[in-house]
C-alpha cells in the first residue's frame, strides 16, 4: 500500500532527474547560462526597485473648507526697480483692505550684477486709495499712485527731494530688488500686485518721468499657495519677463486648487496647486496708468486629494516570477537551437573529412 503511493506521487513529478552519465555540459551553455544569470540578475534588481518605488492616486470632492487662510508664498527679483520704489499691495473679492497683515515680507536691495547690497523689512501690507476696488482685474485702481500726501503747489519737502535724488542715483547705478516672503490672507478670491503705486503721484513723475518709464522686467523665482509636496509643480516657477525699449502691466490669472497630499505614513500636507494664464498691457504716452505686476487669483470648488500607495507584495511576486520564469525558459530554448545548430555543422564537417 505504501510503495503504490510513492510510486503514485513519483507519477507526478512535472521535473524528472536524468542520471548524471548522461547529462552533457558544453561551453555554449555556460555562455548561455551566464548571459541568462546576468539578465534575470537585472530584471530582479528592476522588478525589486518598481516594488519599492510608490506612486500616487488621484481623486476629487467638492471642497468643503471655510473661513481658512490662504497662505502665498512670494520670491521674485526686479531687475530695473530699485526697493525705495517697488510697494507690495493685496486686497481681496469684498474689497477688504489688508492693513496690518500677518506677514514677512522681505526686500533685498541687489547691485547691477545682483548681488545682495541691502535688506529692508515690511512688517505689514497697506492698500492705499483702494475704497471704491472690485475683484475685476485691478481696472478701478490700476496703475495709480497714492495721491492722498499731495503737495502743496506741487513742492517737494525735505525729505521727498532726498528720496528723489537716492532712487535717481540707484537707478542709474542700476540697482533691483529682490521681494521674498509669505503674505497670509483670507481664503475669498483676490489679487496681490507689485509696483510703484506706494509713492506720491508727483515723486513718481519726479523720479521716473513718466509711466512709459517704469521697466517692471521681473524673474519669479517661487510663486506657490502653500508648502510644497512629492511631484508639484508650479507653472510659474523660474518665470522671466524682461522688458527692452517698452513698458507695460503684466497680469496673471491664477486659479487656484486645493489639494491634499496624504503619504504612506498617513501624514497630510494641505496645500494647493495652481493653473495660470498671463496677460500684457503696454502702456503708451497718453496712459495714466502707471506699470505693475498684478497676480489675480480665484479658488476652485473642487479639491484634489493625492494619496501615496505602494504595491502588494503579492503583485511583486508575480511579476517576479513571470520575469525570471519566462527568461528560463528561453535561455533553455536558446540553449538547445545553439546545440543542434553546432552539433549539426560538426557533422557536417565530419562528413566532409572522411571524403
Known amino acids: 500500500m505504501e510503495m503504490g503511493v510513492k510510486q503514485a506521487l513519483k507519477s507526478l513529478d512535472a521535473f524528472p532527474r536524468a542520471e548524471d552519465h548522461l547529462l552533457q555540459k558544453t561551453q555554449s551553455g555556460a555562455v548561455v547560462s551566464i548571459i541568462g544569470l546576468v539578465i534575470m540578475a537585472m530584471l530582479f534588481l528592476h522588478e525589486l526597485k518598481y516594488y519599492l518605488t510608490t506612486y500616487t492616486v488621484h481623486q476629487m470632492s467638492v471642497d468643503l473648507k471655510r473661513g481658512e487662510n490662504l497662505p502665498i508664498h512670494i520670491n521674485m527679483t526686479f531687475p530695473s526697480l530699485p526697493c525705495d520704489v517697488v510697494s507690495v499691495d493685496a486686497i481681496d473679492m469684498s474689497g477688504k483692505h489688508e492693513v496690518d497683515l500677518d506677514t514677512n515680507i522681505w526686500k533685498l ?5 545682483g548681488h545682495i547690497i541691502g535688506t529692508e523689512y515690511l512688517s505689514d501690507l497697506v492698500e492705499k486709495e483702494h475704497t471704491n476696488h472690485k475683484h475685476n482685474g485691478g481696472k478701478d485702481h490700476e496703475g495709480e499712485v497714492d495721491s492722498a500726501h499731495k503737495p502743496h503747489g506741487h513742492g517737494f519737502d525735505q525729505d521727498a527731494e532726498k528720496m528723489v535724488k537716492k532712487v535717481k542715483e540707484a537707478i542709474a547705478d542700476g540697482e533691483g530688488c529682490r521681494v521674498y516672503g509669505a503674505l497670509d490672507v483670507q481664503r475669498v478670491a483676490g489679487n496681490f500686485h507689485i509696483s510703484v503705486h506706494g509713492l506720491n503721484i508727483f515723486v513718481a513723475q519726479q523720479i521716473f518721468g513718466g509711466p512709459t518709464h517704469v521697466n517692471v522686467s521681473h524673474v519669479i523665482h517661487d510663486l506657490s499657495f502653500g508648502p510644497k509636496y512629492p511631484g508639484i509643480h508650479n507653472p510659474l516657477d523660474e518665470t522671466s ?8 502691466t503684466f497680469k496673471y490669472y491664477i486659479k487656484v486648487v486645493p489639494t491634499e497630499f496624504r503619504y504612506l505614513s498617513k501624514d497630510v500636507i494641505p496645500t494647493n496647486q495652481f493653473s495660470v494664464t498671463e496677460y500684457f498691457s503696454q502702456i503708451n504716452e497718453q496712459d495714466r496708468n502707471w506699470p505693475a505686476v498684478y497676480f489675480l487669483y480665484d479658488l476652485s470648488p473642487i479639491t484634489v486629494t493625492i494619496r501615496e500607495e505602494r504595491r502588494s507584495f503579492l503583485h511583486f511576486i508575480t511579476r517576479l516570477c513571470a520575469v525570471l520564469g519566462g527568461t528560463f525558459a528561453l535561455t533553455g530554448m536558446l540553449d538547445r537551437w545553439m546545440y543542434r545548430i553546432l552539433e ?4 557536417s564537417n565530419s562528413r566532409t573529412i572522411v571524403r
Do not use: F, P, Q
Not at 344 to 347: D, F, I, S, W
Open 344 to 347: 549539426g555543422l560538426t557533422k
Open 109 to 113: 536691495r541687489l547691485n547691477s550684477a
Open 241 to 248: 519677463r524682461i522688458l527692452r525699449g517698452a513698458s507695460g
